[in-house]
């Protein structure tokens, strides 16, 4: 059985380990956007996009095939990030990095997500493992653009300086990591000594090895998810909740 902690009574040893923790690594995925009214990758899709399944456009190959049906897809889905904004789960974590670097510790936020909500928080050492809904970049030249503006006017969008294809900024299965990214993440995992995974499904690698790493390098670990995943067996400690209620009680149990 898995150690399963209720909100009301958050172990002592787990509150001495966030309290004493010198270098926190959080990886984050859909499940912290969820409240923010972001739908997770793998809910049911809606309205036009019932009949696809994501894992299915989110493939170089699925934009090589039908290059506007891709694009207009990652559009709605950026036209709808600009329409939500952080919940209390971001804000939490943004406390949490300020309280590690005023004690002169490190707080690394590695993220599985593309809509830039943690950005938008406040949070300062934050890893884009995936990428950014938010960044387009040219597939001729390379040039990449924040998109925060309305809808494009043309799928995909047209880039301003080669009039080259613009694709999404983001990582496509089968694609790699981008190299900085990966890298930072590594060298936060070698110091880290208390890794949390929050609202993943833990199944998508190499972002579901990094709790593995993480406590092979001696780190003390805590799942928080409002489900069962696979890291909830391997975890010290699995909060079976909601991330944006989790986070603040837990920094609340633990700093006051
Ligand atoms: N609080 C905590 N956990 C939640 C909440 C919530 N409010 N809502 C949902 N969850 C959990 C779900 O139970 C699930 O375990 O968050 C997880 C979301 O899982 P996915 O939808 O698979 O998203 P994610 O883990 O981020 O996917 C990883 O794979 O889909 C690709 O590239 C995509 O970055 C994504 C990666």
Redesign the pocket.
């Known amino acids: 059985m898995y150690p399963l902690v209720r909100m009301t009574d958050f172990p002592p040893a787990m509150l001495d380990a966030v309290r004493s923790a010198r270098h926190v690594v959080a990886l ?5 956007s ?2 923010s009214g972001v739908p ?4 049911a899709q809606t309205g036009l996009w019932a009949k696809y399944d ?2 299915e456009l ?1 493939t170089p190959e699925a934009f090589a095939r039908d290059p506007a049906l891709v694009s207009r897809w990652y559009d709605e889905r950026r036209q709808m990030r600009l329409t939500t904004q952080p919940n209390p ?1 971001h804000h939490a974590l943004v406390r949490w990095e300020a309280l590690q670097r005023a004690g002169g510790e490190s707080f690394t936020l590695l993220t ?3 809509d830039r909500l943690h950005h938008a928080a406040g949070s300062v050492n934050v890893v884009e ?2 990428g950014s809904l938010m960044v387009w970049r040219c597939t001729a030249c390379g040039e990449e653009r924040e998109e925060l503006g309305p809808a494009f006017q043309q799928h995909p969008p047209r880039c301003g300086t080669c009039g080259g294809t613009r694709r999404p900024g ?2 496509w ?1 089968g694609e790699a990591l981008p190299g900085q990214a990966l890298e930072a993440a590594f060298d936060a995992l070698r110091r880290c000594d208390l890794f949390l995974t ?7 690698h190499p ?1 579901a090895s990094f709790l593995h790493d993480a406590a092979e390098h001696g780190a003390a670990t805590i799942e ?4 069962h ?1 696979p890291a909830s067996d391997v975890v010290g400690w699995t909060l079976r ?4 209620e ?1 986070l603040p009680a837990m920094l609340d149990a633990a700093f006051g």
């Open positions: 984050t995925g859909a499940g912290v969820a409240e997770t990758f793998r809910d994501p894992m989110a789960g599985q997500n593309v493992l995936h983001v990582v299965f929050i609202g993943t499904s833990a199944v998508v972002a928080i998810n409002r489900d995943t909740a909601k991330s944006g989790a």
